[in-house]
């Protein structure tokens, strides 16, 4: 079956980094999305990894491995506004997006 | 396993006419559902939100006349896309909201429209 795993909760220090795992498997893969999602709004798309290999966006990292199923978003200098959840999504092979429950994400001063 | 479903997953039609989209939540109760729509690596555009049993509340600037939202069950919402036009055609997501103690969104697979 398809199934996406990441944990449900992680808590971090204000100026640290975290790393936010995600496995996947999927039947074919387009494609491994990172959102994030504030309560009650909208997700924000903050990455798209197709291929192996680390992709830097500022303060934000996401890394993939095709061949392990395995991805990973990488927030540096973390700050009070990055508390939110974190959703990896991975599309398989007719495009539709499979998604984790989420990586709520809890950040102390 | 996939706990919200959205059917069809891809529809190809032509334009004028009318789609329907389905969003069911398979394990639970779903008393708010969100309709989303996609374009390409942006975030996710809420359309509306859909409350079980009375009418959907729209964003700023997405017609209520042109997409059609029903929630007529705790378990499914619909997304009727009126007289589509090309510009309609788009990536739509649905998710459902669990209710109880601890509140869970989860996102269906997305139904890929379209429009020729």
């Known amino acids: 079956g398809q199934n996406i795993d990441q944990p449900t909760e992680m808590t971090a220090t204000e100026g640290a980094i975290v790393q936010i795992n995600c496995t996947y498997q999927?039947?074919?893969?387009?494609?491994l999305f990172w959102y994030q999602q504030h309560a009650g709004e909208a997700p924000t798309f903050l990455s798209y990894n197709v291929l192996d290999g680390l992709e830097e966006k500022g303060r934000f990292s996401s890394f993939l491995s095709r061949s392990k199923g395995y991805s990973y978003l990488l927030l540096k200098e973390l700050q009070m506004k990055d508390s939110a959840s974190y959703l990896c999504?991975?599309?398989?092979?007719?495009?539709?997006?499979?998604w984790g429950a989420g990586t709520k994400l809890i950040i102390k001063p | 396993g996939a706990v919200v479903s959205q059917h069809p997953s891809r529809v190809i039609c032509k334009s004028g006419t009318s789609v329907k989209i389905e969003c069911r939540s398979l394990d639970f109760q779903a008393t708010t559902m969100f309709w989303y729509r996609q374009f390409p690596k942006q975030s996710l555009m809420l359309m509306a939100t859909?409350?079980?049993?009375?009418?959907?509340?729209?964003e700023q600037g997405v017609e209520k006349d042109k997409f059609l939202i029903n929630h007529a069950s705790l378990t499914l919402s619909t997304l009727t896309v009126t007289s589509a036009h090309p510009e309609d055609s788009s990536f739509y997501i649905c998710?459902?909201?669990?209710?109880?103690?601890?509140?869970?969104?989860?996102f269906g697979p997305g139904t890929r429209l379209l429009v020729l």
């Open positions: 999927t039947s074919g893969f387009n494609g």
């Open positions: 859909s409350n079980e049993g009375s009418k959907a509340t729209y």
């Open positions: 999504a991975a599309m398989d092979s007719n495009y539709q997006l499979i």
């Open positions: 998710s459902a909201r669990s209710s109880g103690a601890q509140e869970t969104q989860y």
